[in-house]
């Protein structure tokens, strides 16, 4: 058997180099194995009515604009071979894709687009906020990014992502917020300078004042020992939710819980509209917390804050979580007459972005 295997090697690595040499002097000769126009037809060649046949069944079938070059089909290429067979007019529909790349049509998916205006002054704005980073750090001022992370329900409910595990986790067929115990309202602290983060979950609504509540604690619980005689902080924000540069109730709740009550000088600078992602806490502290809780049902507000608490990177990043279960409604009134009340001061860079509360005397 081992000796016929043998020959049988032997004999087809021969028939190749024969082969390789008749082919390499076929070429040589400038010889073809089949004359040029030899071969199956093409179907539009074999039958040349097909592409005026298409054209007249895609006539109610394309979709777009009429003036312009984007056009699409509405049906699929096993129905227009389909009509085409009822036309007389043979065509599988791989014949039917050719014949429509031919005609311009192609795959294509969604394509996104800026409907915004750009703002003109967002790389000012940038250099700005790198600019007052650099000033801030240099005095060992405190910088922080702050900002809402999604709302989750806590109960039995399906968590994106998978986690290693012998078998996977059952959780119920529906999110039903019904069956919620509650829903978690993380806030999040990044403290750039020590790269700690701290998570600050409520359990009722996303405030202007339980934004601010939980920057206070922050500054009480770790902010005023690591920053000890230091009166000024830095705070990045977005530009618009609870933390928004347009919201009254935000710079009152600044001025009344944090700077008059902790004797503070806030410096608040926004990121312009579009660029929350560009936000410190998103993408070194968010992120890292939703990669860690991926594939693990958050079945308990206690489950929830031991994952955040778990969460660390190689950097060194460290998370507390604390819980607070005080009720914050929503709607706050704040009339003029408290914002003209309000120790505020607009930088000349982009005032609307940019602003100092400084404590009351």
């Known amino acids: 058997m081992y000796a016929f295997v043998q020959i049988f090697r032997s004999y087809k690595t021969s028939s190749m180099r024969e082969g390789d040499h008749i082919t390499g002097a076929t070429q040589q000769r400038g010889y073809r194995?089949?004359?040029?126009?030899?071969?199956?037809?093409?179907?539009?060649v074999r039958d040349p009515g097909i592409l005026d046949a298409?054209?007249?069944?895609?006539?109610?079938?394309?979709?777009?604009?009429?003036?312009?070059?984007?056009?699409?089909?509405?049906?699929?290429?096993?129905?227009l071979s389909k009509k085409l067979r009822e036309g007389g007019h043979q065509a599988c529909p791989t014949t039917v894709s050719r014949l429509l790349k031919g005609m311009g049509f192609t795959m294509k998916g969604n394509r996104r687009r800026q409907i915004r205006v750009p703002c003109p002054e967002r790389d000012q704005q940038f250099e700005y906020i790198a600019a007052q980073r650099e000033r801030f750090t240099v005095a060992g001022l405190p910088v922080i990014s702050v900002d809402s992370k999604k709302k989750e329900l806590i109960g039995n409910f399906r968590s994106s992502g998978r986690a290693w595990s012998r078998q996977a986790e059952e959780v119920d067929e529906h999110d039903y917020p019904s069956r919620a115990v509650c829903k978690a309202v993380p806030y999040g602290v990044y403290d750039l300078t020590w790269n700690r983060g701290y998570v600050f979950v409520g359990t009722s609504n996303d405030t202007p004042e339980f934004a601010v509540d939980a920057v206070a604690h922050w500054w009480a619980n770790d902010g005023a020992s690591r920053y000890s005689g230091r009166d000024e902080l830095l705070i990045l924000a977005d530009t618009g939710g609870s933390n928004g540069c347009r919201c009254r109730a935000w710079k009152y709740n600044l001025q009344v819980n944090l700077c008059d009550r902790m004797g503070l000088t806030a410096t608040v600078c926004h990121y312009p509209s579009g660029c929350s992602k560009w936000n410190p806490v998103e993408h070194r502290l968010f992120s890292f917390i939703s990669i860690n809780w991926a594939g693990k049902p958050l079945r308990t507000l206690d489950m929830m804050l031991a994952c955040i608490r778990?969460?660390?990177?190689?950097?060194?990043?460290?998370?507390?979580?604390?819980?607070?279960?005080?009720?914050y409604p929503k709607g706050q009134r704040v009339t003029q007459a408290d914002m003209y009340g309000l120790n505020l001061l607009a930088h000349q860079q982009c005032p609307r972005w940019n602003y100092t509360i400084g404590p009351r005397r």
């Open 33 to 44: 194995v089949r004359a040029p126009g030899g071969g199956r037809k093409l179907t539009e």
């Open 54 to 79: 298409l054209e007249r069944i895609m006539a109610n079938d394309v979709a777009g604009d009429p003036m312009g070059k984007q056009r699409w089909v509405r049906a699929s290429t096993k129905q």
């Open 310 to 327: 778990g969460t660390t990177t190689e950097t060194g990043l460290e998370v507390g979580a604390f819980l607070q279960e005080r009720h």
